[in-house]
């Protein structure tokens, strides 16, 4: 029989992308819908990476270096100099976008069967590359109550098994907006040390903290070796479709390894890495603007969050996403029923449950994760539409849930 | 110990990239080198292309559709139309270079310890994704004398097992050129359809047949969920940098599986993808002149190598690619000697060691690939370069390399 493979079967759906369907059922039903479900920012990417593009002066498209330009390569150490990371061209791979990234950590690092400890809840695609390289992802939880900080280090201890080669920190975390202290990172440092891991260090939100300073984990003294930076343009610059990121590590045997899965699949893409080599030029301030722009909202967001009856929302220190805790029953049902049952003066809104982000089956039940990627106004309107709809669903669907309960 | 992982150590580095260090060495001893290594063409880009990205009109550089714009993905409808291919724009998946289609190809349809048949030789980087999804190759021998044709049923048969899950054929062939006809694709089919295999179809150098027309393994009748389709925008319209590809198959599970792979790294390059819809609407004589152009090569190169003594090059059926029997003991190392320690009039020839594109040890050590991307003029002197080289080496080289066997 022709059988796709049980790898292929195992494969996890997008969460975050899943009830996409229902969305666009709504949007034909004439409803519009706030999407808050995706880090799909509004913010212009800078003109001036565009207009690199635009100007760039080449007849032949050709591959280039396996490790991404030289001249780009270059220019990153700039950057990275900028934000306390000292590097140098021969430390920084270039990859399609930070996905990849990860992609040629776990491969690179890991064996089939070899295990990586993650905090939950986190980013969902690990699950997608774990399946992909044969790992298995042991999480251990973080909880809203504070905020999703670093779990104890002796939950750390427990997960460890002989097999477990990794820890994954994604600093400020995607879906949490947690912003991870120095201390938090030096309890990491003390862990990779005794156990001998590799820390993965997704840093994909590192301009955009609002509560503190980031603290990258290239920064960590004595465990070059150890620590592997999956970074990225993506949000940085909201270029999300450039489909640049980077692998840095001071690891040479681990840059060789990568180096070999780089010149299998040739080269990183070519207009991308000219608006991604401009963009280190843009003046020191561009941050400015968009990290009060995400500041106002974020403010906005989990005011208007912490206002409903029985919402919490723990304030995020980075990145731009917060996770709700709803009085609702099952957030994939909730969020489901959003789009396909509700609307509001002809408007609605699209969040993420959280469960699709949490490794232990069960948790998030009750949460969401919200993105505010969209202005102030759009914010607002979508708050307006979820305090209207946990009203009508407590009203009417979780009561009658509880009635048929009874029964 | 921190270790990387043993998939890390036993990916293969890039056969075609190893030389690279000595190129470098030689140019920066001011010696020019002429690359037949590397299948770069030196066609301009089509300006139609690099306009359309100049010319759009967006502010966010938003992501894609996991599987590409839907606006592409419905153009690309219209290009596999005119080659004989009808498929509908949900059968198609916008990737990565070929390079990630082949990818997703193995993780969704291979497991782990799954076995995969390739004539041999063929495109080295198959080796690297074997690797990188476990899947392991076994090679069947093409042979130069009947100018590597498929070989016969008998061979597959005997490399058939319970773990054989696909077969690979690249059409026309990259390494060798050769263009598979018609009724070896049905004799491929018939391999198929008995063993309940996937056909892996890369056809990335469809456009460039000189002998016959190009038969298309989506164009096979009945075997509609075991053809897969790899495809690129790379040579078709020389913009190897792009990295735009697509995987196309008709097979509804595969592509529910591939949709998964493809939203966890979430979407294909954004810029490129605008260039590579521009790409179909190139005027249908767009090619006459690109493959005008290669069959000048071609003949060039050809007919320069058949010309040396105790030289032979099968006149290759398509593709930009040749490979040429030497009367030499060593390609890999005649191949770096050439860079390190031969010149004529300050020019030097840069060859693929034919070794790199075999899977059995030992095959494929008197034989070099040229791949005749440059033009007519640049290929001329690179025969000159090689034709004094074959004379140099066999005087002083290969000569004292027999007398030291003798002492």
Redesign the interface.
């Known amino acids: ?2 059988q ?6 195992a ?4 969460p975050i ?1 899943k009830l996409v369907p229902f969305a666009e059922a709504a949007k034909k039903k004439g409803i519009r819908v706030y999407h808050l479900n995706i880090g ?6 800078p003109k001036a ?2 207009d690199a ?2 100007n760039a002066d080449f ?6 270096h ?1 490790a991404g330009n030289e001249s780009y390569r270059r220019k990153l150490t700039e950057y990275y100099e900028k934000v306390g990371i000292h590097v140098n061209h021969n430390q920084i791979i270039v990859t ?2 930070g ?2 990234a990860i ?1 040629f950590g776990f ?6 069967g ?1 295990e990586v400890i993650i905090p939950e809840p986190f980013y969902a ?1 690990y699950n ?2 774990a399946v ?1 390289a ?1 790992v298995v992802v042991k999480p251990i939880t973080s909880y809203i109550e504070n905020g999703f900080a670093l779990p104890p280090i002796e939950e750390f201890e427990k997960a460890i098994t002989p097999r477990t ?1 990794a820890i994954v920190i994604c600093n400020p975390n995607n879906p949490t907006g947690y912003l991870y202290s120095r201390e938090e990172m030096e309890v990491l440092k003390q862990i990779i040390l005794k156990h ?3 820390l993965f260090a997704d840093e994909a939100y590192r301009e955009f903290c609002y509560t503190g300073e980031h603290f990258s984990a290239m920064q960590l003294e004595g465990v070059d ?2 620590v592997v930076l999956m970074d990225t343009i993506s949000k940085r610059y ?6 640049i990121g980077a692998l840095v590590t001071r690891n040479k ?2 840059l060789d ?5 780089a ?10 890495q000219i ?1 991604a080599e401009a963009a280190v030029d843009l003046p020191d301030t561009y941050f400015d603007a968009t990290k009060a722009e995400y500041l106002l909202r974020r403010d906005t967001l989990v005011n208007r969050l912490n206002a409903m009856e029985g919402v919490f929302c723990p304030n995020p220190g980075g990145a731009f996403y917060a996770i709700a805790r709803l009085p609702i029953d099952d957030a994939d049902k909730f969020c489901q029923w959003l789009l396909e049952d509700f609307s509001y003066k002809d408007q609605t809104v699209m969040l993420a449950p959280a469960t699709g982000f949490y490794g232990t089956a069960g948790l998030g039940k009750n949460e969401v994760r919200l993105a505010y990627v969209l202005n102030v106004e759009s914010i607002n309107a979508a708050m307006d539409c979820l305090e209207q709809a946990l009203f009508t669903y407590a009203n009417e669907i979780n009561v009658s849930v509880s009635d048929t309960k009874h029964v």
């Not at 494969?11 to 997008?14: K, R, V």
């Not at 909201?238 to 489909?243: D, L």
């Not at 390894?257 to 899965?261: L, N, P, S, T």
């Not at 010149?263 to 991308?272: T, V």
């Open positions: 029989m022709l796709i493979s049980q790898r292929g079967l494969m996890p759906p997008s992308r799909q920012p509004d913010i212009e990417t990476m565009l593009v635009r007849k032949v498209l050709e591959y280039s396996s399609t976008g996905s990849e992609q491969m690179a690092c890991l064996d089939p070899d695609n997608g590359f992909a044969g080669k001998q891991l590799f070796d150890h909201s270029a999300c479709g450039a489909r045997s681990l390894a990568v180096m070999k899965f010149q299998a699949r040739l080269s990183p893409p070519g207009f991308a608006a």
